[in-house]
């Protein structure tokens, strides 16, 4: 399936967060599971991405390639998630 690249504690237990093989970001959440959004989110999620993001505080200039959707320092989410500290997830749900 992939590799667990974080793990989460919830207010139900701890949650582990995946990157996929298929490049889909995973939680064990039942949110997660249930989300009938696409892309599936649930807030594991988006407090990983934006504790991630957080860590970048230097702006870039946006690509000059015409029709260019990137924008900042990480162009996919597994730039993003290879960036991220793993031992800073190793704490309680919003802290």
Known sequence: MGEVIA????????????????????????????????????KHLTQFFAKAASKSTTPTPAPAVTGASTTGKYGTAKELIDAVDPSMWNEKEGA
């Open 7 to 42: 793990q989460v504690e919830g207010s139900k237990g701890m949650y582990d967060i995946t990157m996929g093989n298929d490049g889909v970001v995973y939680c064990s959440c039942w949110a997660w599971k249930m989300s009938k959004e696409r892309p599936k989110v649930c």
